[in-house]
């Protein structure tokens, strides 16, 4: 068996929640965790049609970016980390994970 090149984290979602919701709930995430968002676009149009995918980093001269992508289908939503990245990726993952879960429960409140 291959080894794997990444790793991915799911937030958990409520059904039915649209694409701005999550817009701007991952911009208010990426904010409270020292990040910005240097990508919006799509990810893999076969396998998730009208996805949204995010690249994070922490600063625009350093190496290595976060991965997100939310896929309204299925009101999926995860972080990809490849074990490439620097050091300072697996750093931040827990801290976006709690700020992305913080604005999905205050969505819900």
């Given at each position: 068996?291959?080894?794997?090149?990444?790793?991915?984290?799911?937030v958990?979602?409520?059904?039915?929640?649209?694409?701005?919701e999550?817009?701007?709930?991952?911009?208010?995430?990426?904010a409270?965790?020292?990040l910005?968002?240097?990508h919006?676009?799509?990810?893999s149009?076969?396998?998730?049609p009208?996805?949204?995918?995010?690249?994070?980093?922490?600063?625009?001269d350093?190496?290595?970016?976060?991965d997100?992508?939310f896929?309204?289908?299925?009101?999926?939503?995860?972080?990809?980390?490849?074990?490439?990245?620097?050091?300072?990726?697996?750093?931040?993952?827990?801290?976006?994970?709690a700020?992305l879960?913080?604005?999905?429960?205050?969505l819900?409140?």
């Amino acid at each position: 068996m291959a080894e794997r090149k990444s790793d991915d984290h799911y937030v958990d979602v409520p059904d039915g929640i649209t694409k701005e919701e999550m817009l701007g709930l991952v911009e208010r995430a990426a904010a409270a965790a020292g990040l910005y968002i240097s990508h919006i676009g799509g990810y893999s149009r076969t396998k998730f049609p009208n996805s949204v995918h995010w690249h994070f980093k922490r600063d625009p001269d350093e190496r290595g970016l976060l991965d997100a992508t939310f896929w309204d289908v299925k009101s999926l939503f995860w972080l990809m980390i490849r074990h490439r990245e620097p050091d300072w990726v697996h750093a931040k993952v827990p801290e976006l994970l709690a700020a992305l879960n913080r604005e999905v429960r205050a969505l819900s409140s």
